[in-house]
């Protein structure tokens, strides 16, 4: 891992947002999962929940490889499941539908860990996201069109949660666990390595204040690999 490429990392860790999350309920359109991903890496979400429509779909879908590789996806069968284990994290659940108590979603305090729960595009939120949210948000418009793309919609409330964060001072100074942090440093600057981890269930090293990797002599032993090896993890 070159300097540049360590300080990049650093940098984009110490702006991650581990208290701020999305929920996409009903996926069955793999490039909107794909674009929320990419809002949510851009903002500095670390962490969507993906309720897919069936298991079909989520064996056959896919999320944008540079994306994905800073994001992590956490998939569900129902919403039921995704939204309390994000209710387990102590979060706000929001979900965006008009009702007689949503309110505009500027009114929210994003500075609050929270969760934004994105409904399907043609039949909006679940019964169940409905009722297990703590508050109903809109996103006002005025012409002929009564919603938006579920992608744009995320990237509307997610760049307001953004503002809201940044005039509070919460970008800048990392609050990821180490455990996730160490992680996505050697996934991130040595993804050859993690490569070869994953394939012989090789725990992950440490990695150090300039990037490097910090492992015992045995580690180093078992990472050892044929030519051919090496080549089968270049090609994938």
Request: overall charge negative.
């Amino acid at each position: 891992m070159t300097p540049e490429r360590h300080q990049r990392i650093l940098s984009m860790l110490a702006h991650r947002q581990p208290d701020l999350t999305v929920c996409m309920e009903g996926v069955h359109k793999p490039h909107n999962l794909a674009a929320v991903v990419r809002t949510c890496d851009a903002i500095g979400v670390s962490a969507v929940h993906a309720v897919w429509k069936n298991e079909q779909m989520r064996a056959s879908g896919g999320i944008a490889a540079g994306s994905q590789n800073w994001v992590d996806v956490h998939n569900y069968t129902n919403t039921k499941d995704a939204i309390t284990e994000i209710k387990k994290q102590g979060m706000q659940v929001l979900v965006t539908n008009l009702s007689d108590k949503a309110v505009d979603f500027r009114e929210i305090d994003y500075t609050k860990p929270t969760a934004i729960i994105l409904g399907q595009e043609k039949f909006g939120a679940s019964d169940v996201a409905k009722e297990m949210a703590d508050q109903d948000i809109i996103i006002p418009m005025v012409g002929m069109v009564q919603s938006l793309n579920v992608s744009v919609a995320n990237a509307v409330v997610l760049y307001e949660a953004q503002r809201q964060r940044e005039l509070a001072g919460m970008y800048g100074k990392s609050t990821i666990d180490e455990d996730t942090r160490q992680r996505m440093l050697f996934e991130g600057g040595h993804p050859i390595f993690a490569k070869v981890c994953n394939t012989k269930g090789l725990p992950y090293p440490h990695i150090n204040d300039d990037g490097e990797i910090i492992a015992s002599d045995d580690w180093w032993q078992k990472m050892q690999m044929s030519q051919e090896a090496w080549a089968d993890i270049d090609d994938e």
